[in-house]
C-alpha cells in the first residue's frame, strides 16, 4: 500500500473511486486515508469504502426496536424544474420500531422501479409529494463494544485535538450521530461543518444514493446556487451551510458543473473530504452512522471555511491549536493574521510528519464513547461520555439527563421538566421547556422548527442534519 505523499495527474477526471482494503489495511485508518488520496480519492470529494469480507461492527441489530429517535423531522420540499428548497418540521418521538413501521407503510414505501436509475428518476419527479420522515442527528453509535477498526466513535484523527485540548465535544462533530432514513429522505447540498472530512457507514437498510462536486469545483457550485437563489445569499453568503437546497443532476449537467454520482449498498462506508459538496437521498428505511474527522491537510481548510453568520448555532471550531500543533512553523503567523496559503485541492495528505507522530505518541488512548448496548437504557446503557471535559455518568434514564438522575433515556422517557432533558445550548447548560425541543434558531427562519410552529422567513435552521 503507498504510504508516501504523491503529487501528479492522480484521478484527472475527478471520479468517485471504489475501495477494497485487506485486512491488514484495515486497521489502521488514518494510513489508509492517506493511501486513498495518494490515488486521488479525495478529487472527487467523495469514496467509497467496501470492509474486508467478514467485518461487522455489530453482531445484530434486531435489539433496537426500542431505541428512541427524539426529534424526526419531516422533509416539506418546495420548487420545481430541478431547483428546491427544503423545509423540516419536527415531529414526535418515534421507536426505531415505529419508524420502519412507518417508512414501510403504503403512504411512505418505496415505489416499484427497475434499476437505480429508474428509481432516481423517480425521486426527482416526485421530490415534492408526500413529505417523508427523517429520524436524522440521533447521538449515539451502534458499534459493538471492543470494534477497534474504523470505529466511528473513536477514529483517533487529529480532530481530538479540539477535546484534548478544550475539553469540547460537539454532537454530530467529534461525536457519532445515527440517521434512520426512509424512501425519498434527502441531505441537501453542502459541505461539512468547519469543510471537515466526514464518514458515514450504513448499518442496514435500503441504499443511500450520493452526489458529489469535486473540491476543485465547488465555488461554481456557489455561484450557480447564488444565481437561482438569491434572497437566500442576501440573508447569508454561507446559505448552503443550512441545508435546505437541492439542485437536480440535469441542473449541474445544463450548466457544465462537474459531478459524480455513486450508491451507497448497507455495510460500506462512504468518506466526504474537505470542501467536497455533497447531497444524496435514501431509497427505503435504513440507518446510517456518522461523524467528521480530519487529517493534517484538512487545517488550511479550516482556516478559510466559509461561517453561517444568521445562526448562533453554527458550528465554529478555533483553529488556533491545530496550526499550534501541527503547524509550528507558522504558527507566529498565523497568530498575526499574515498566514496566506492557496488551498491546492490536488494535494494529497501525507501519510506522516514528524508534528503528528509527535502528537499521536502524547495522545492517550481513549474509550469508544456513546454506546447502545443489549438494549438496555437503564445504568450501563450509555455508560460513561466525554461531557465538557470531565466524565460523567450517565443518569439512569440514559442519554437524555446526562448524569441529572435519569429520563430521557433510549426508552423514551423524557427528562427533567417533561422537555428533552439537558442539551448543551449557548455555551450554558439549559434545561429544555415541557413542550420539547422548541424553536431553537435565532434569527435563522426556516430550517428546523417545532410541528405545529410557524415557519420562519429566509434560510438558517439550527440543527445539523446532515446524512
Excluded at 177 to 187: C, E, I, N, P, V
Excluded at 415 to 420: I, M, N, P, T
Aim: net charge neutral; hydrophobic share 30%.
Amino acid at each position: 500500500m503507498a504510504g508516501a505523499e504523491v503529487y501528479g495527474p492522480v484521478n484527472p477526471s475527478c471520479k468517485i473511486m471504489t475501495f477494497r482494503p485487506t485486512v491488514e489495511e484495515f486497521r489502521d485508518f488514518n494510513r489508509y486515508l492517506a493511501h486513498m488520496e495518494a490515488q486521488g480519492a479525495h478529487r472527487a470529494g467523495l469514496a467509497k469504502v467496501i470492509p474486508p469480507k467478514g467485518w461487522r461492527p455489530r453482531c445484530s441489530y434486531d435489539d433496537i426496536d426500542d431505541l428512541v429517535i427524539h426529534a424526526p423531522i419531516q422533509q416539506m420540499v418546495a420548487g420545481q424544474s430541478g431547483l428546491f428548497t427544503q423545509f423540516n418540521i419536527q415531529k414526535k418521538p418515534l421507536s426505531v420500531k415505529e419508524f420502519r413501521r412507518l417508512a414501510n407503510s403504503d403512504k411512505y414505501c418505496t415505489p416499484r422501479y427497475l434499476n437505480y436509475e429508474d428509481l432516481e428518476r423517480k425521486y426527482w419527479k416526485n421530490l415534492t409529494f408526500v413529505s417523508p420522515i427523517y429520524g436524522a442527528d440521533v447521538p449515539g453509535s451502534l458499534y459493538d463494544e471492543g470494534i477497534e477498526e474504523w470505529n466511528i466513535g473513536h477514529l483517533n484523527s487529529i480532530l481530538d485535538v479540539i477535546e484534548e485540548d478544550c475539553g469540547v465535544s460537539i454532537q454530530g462533530v467529534n461525536t457519532p450521530y445515527l440517521y434512520f432514513g426512509m424512501w425519498k429522505t434527502s441531505f441537501s447540498w453542502h459541505t461539512e461543518d468547519m469543510d471537515l472530512y466526514s464518514i458515514n457507514y450504513l448499518h442496514f437498510g435500503e441504499p443511500k444514493s450520493w452526489y458529489a462536486i469535486p473540491p476543485e469545483h465547488g465555488k461554481r457550485l456557489e455561484r450557480l446556487a447564488t444565481g437561482f437563489f438569491p434572497n437566500g445569499f442576501k440573508g447569508c453568503e454561507a446559505f448552503l451551510r443550512h441545508k435546505m437546497t437541492l439542485i437536480s443532476p440535469s441542473i449541474l449537467k445544463k450548466y457544465s458543473i462537474p459531478f459524480d454520482k455513486i450508491t451507497q449498498e448497507a455495510g460500506e462506508f462512504m468518506i466526504t473530504f474537505p470542501y467536497g459538496y455533497h447531497a444524496g437521498f435514501n431509497h427505503g428505511f435504513n440507518c446510517a452512522e456518522s461523524t467528521n474527522f480530519a487529517s493534517v491537510r484538512w487545517i488550511d481548510y479550516g482556516k478559510v471555511a466559509t461561517q453561517c453568520t444568521c445562526s448562533k448555532d453554527m458550528v465554529k471550531i478555533s483553529m488556533d491549536p491545530f496550526v499550534k500543533w501541527f503547524q509550528p512553523d507558522r504558527y507566529a503567523v498565523w497568530k498575526l493574521g499574515k498566514d496566506s496559503c492557496p488551498l491546492d485541492h490536488t494535494r494529497a495528505t501525507p501519510a506522516t510528519t514528524p508534528e503528528l507522530q509527535n502528537w499521536l505518541q502524547r495522545s492517550r488512548v481513549k474509550t469508544p464513547v456513546n454506546r447502545y448496548e443489549d438494549g438496555g437504557v437503564g445504568v450501563g446503557g450509555w455508560g460513561w461520555r466525554r461531557e465538557r471535559g470531565v466524565w460523567e455518568e450517565e443518569g439512569a434514564g440514559g442519554w437524555g439527563c446526562r448524569g441529572v438522575g435519569g429520563g430521557g433515556g433510549w426508552g423514551g422517557g423524557r427528562g427533567v421538566g417533561g422537555g428533552w432533558g439537558w442539551r448543551r445550548e449557548g455555551g450554558v447548560w439549559e434545561e429544555e421547556g415541557a413542550g420539547g425541543w422548541g424553536w431553537r434558531g435565532v434569527g435563522g427562519g426556516g430550517g428546523w422548527r417545532r410541528e405545529e410552529g410557524e415557519r420562519g422567513v429566509g434560510g438558517g435552521g439550527s440543527r445539523r442534519m446532515g446524512m
